[in-house]
């Protein structure tokens, strides 16, 4: 079975852009939760969804978004990009909201110059 | 709130010696998981053990074992054996049966000496 692929797995944005990241779940999981990676706060939950619905969101401001597809597959768009928002951007998978296994992908990491 | 604590920045062990990881937490929810994940310098989080606070006895994965003290809201992940490939950021995590979440400590970094 494959496992949790993100694209891409590098980007360089520019301050004041935006972007966006996919995360292809493991076939058949339809959870997908997000988080960010950093040196000084380490790692922070972002959100989740399943089945195309928002189900948890962490403390981040709006410019923090995501959706999910009816294919499970979901995108984590970040707009006006600030320095601070340099990280490594993980994608995580589970085949619902209750499960405990879940399974990471290799990650996004995004610097902005 | 929840929170997890790994004291530890920092630890050096010789190959095929055993080494402890540290892992405290605190919660008043009577119904969480506890993880462990290694990440190498690739940046891919992998799951290595779980430990259900139900869970009656410590669980074992393999070369890892969780020691699991419910009371003392500890639950130490513990290798032996330990090979070069260990070598890694260790991540204690803590998740709810009600929450989809996880709730991560600073993590700690392990070093195998050949």
């Known amino acids: 079975k494959a496992g949790v692929t993100q694209t891409p797995r590098y980007l360089i944005k520019t301050r004041g852009q935006q972007v966006t990241l996919s995360c292809s779940p493991i076939s058949g999981h339809r959870s997908v939760s997000w988080y960010q990676q950093t040196p000084g706060q380490g790692l922070q939950f972002l959100f989740e969804?399943?089945?195309?619905?928002?189900?948890n969101k962490g403390n981040f401001p709006g410019r923090f978004s995501g959706r999910q597809f009816s294919n499970s597959r979901s995108e984590m768009n970040v707009s006006t990009l600030e320095l601070g928002d340099s990280a490594l951007y993980l994608c995580?998978?589970?085949?619902?909201?209750?499960?405990?296994?879940?399974?990471f992908g290799p990650g996004t990491r995004l610097t902005v110059t | 709130a929840q929170k997890i604590t790994q004291t530890q920045p920092g630890m050096f062990v010789q190959e095929k010696e055993a080494v402890t990881l540290d892992c405290t937490y605190d919660t008043s929810d009577p119904s969480y998981g506890l993880f462990w994940y290694k990440q190498p310098s690739s940046g891919e989080m992998i799951f290595l053990i779980y430990?259900?606070?139900?869970?009656?006895q410590n669980a074992t994965e393999g070369r890892y074992s969780l020691n699991f003290q419910k009371a003392r809201k500890s639950a130490n992940l513990v290798i032996s054996a330990s090979q070069l490939g260990d070598s890694a950021m260790y991540f204690c995590a803590m998740r709810f049966h009600t929450r989809n979440q996880f709730y991560f400590g600073t993590g700690t970094s392990l070093t195998v000496i050949p």
């Open positions: 995580a998978s589970s085949w619902g909201t209750e499960a405990y296994e879940q399974y």
């Open positions: 969804y399943f089945s195309e619905t928002q189900r």
């Open positions: 430990q259900g606070s139900y869970d009656q």
